[in-house]
């Protein structure tokens, strides 16, 4: 298990009935990298993978 896949769980276990918008999603990212601004990088990885259809490339 890596170190992250806590996180997960905890997220799953703690909101896994819940159903969220993505914008909703882009809000509390955004509020986590102007908290966290060594992360931004990270963030913004993962924002443009969920981004991405299958199909793209790049």
């Known amino acids: 298990m890596y170190f992250t896949?806590?996180?997960?769980?905890?997220?799953?276990?703690?909101?896994?009935?819940?159903?969220?918008?993505?914008?909703?999603?882009a809000a509390k990212m955004r509020d986590f990298v102007d908290a966290n601004p060594e992360f931004e990088t990270a963030v913004e990885r993962l924002a443009t993978y969920l981004a991405r259809d299958d199909g793209d490339e790049d």
């Open 5 to 25: 896949d806590r996180g997960l769980e905890e997220l799953a276990d703690r909101r896994g009935d819940e159903e969220v918008t993505l914008s909703w999603l």
